[in-house]
């Protein structure tokens, strides 16, 4: 199983069970993941790159933080994080998921306080392109962020901007 905030934690299983009702058999893939797990993935990563001696161990944990968050910067270490799938994948890729089960997931995923953190058309801002990872914000911010297609990043500045 994975962890996840305990304060969220019946929102995030509400969320799955409301995806079975519909027709869907979701995968939590990943949910809370330490400052020690995090720089363990990296390292590992970076290893993997530079097993070939072309790379130095600095040059590939460059890359490797490409496919990997720095640790310490990790959504998945606020235990309110969690990337939702289809199925179980090997290598996430997004074009290969089942976008229907992901467009069920964006239309009602708000309505359980979880927004799409880290969407493909915003990765400009968010730096990331995650569209399986979704986070917990709470039903209201959610409503507001996901209607007018925000990231949580947008959704902060517009806050800041309201003060």
Not at 7 to 31: E, M, S, T, W
Request: aromatic share 14%; hydrophobic share 35%.
């Amino acid at each position: 199983g994975i962890s996840f905030d305990k304060r969220a934690i019946n929102q995030l299983v509400g969320l799955v069970q409301a995806a079975r009702k519909a027709g869907f058999d979701p995968y939590l893939a990943c949910g809370y993941v330490s400052y020690t797990a995090a720089t363990q993935q990296l390292n590992e990563e970076a290893a993997k790159l530079t097993a070939g001696g072309r790379l130095s161990f600095d040059d590939a944990i460059k890359i490797a933080t490409k496919n990997s968050e720095i640790p310490g910067t990790s959504d998945h270490q606020t235990a309110l994080g969690v990337d939702i799938t289809d199925k179980q994948y090997d290598d996430y890729d997004y074009s290969k998921m089942n976008a229907r089960f992901f467009e069920w997931l964006d239309e009602n995923c708000a309505e359980y306080g979880f927004i799409k953190r880290y969407p493909s058309d915003k990765s400009g801002i968010t730096g990331l392109d995650q569209p399986w990872h979704y986070r917990y914000v709470g039903a209201v911010a959610a409503k507001f962020i996901m209607e007018n297609n925000m990231c949580l990043e947008e959704f902060a500045d517009h806050y800041e901007y309201q003060k």
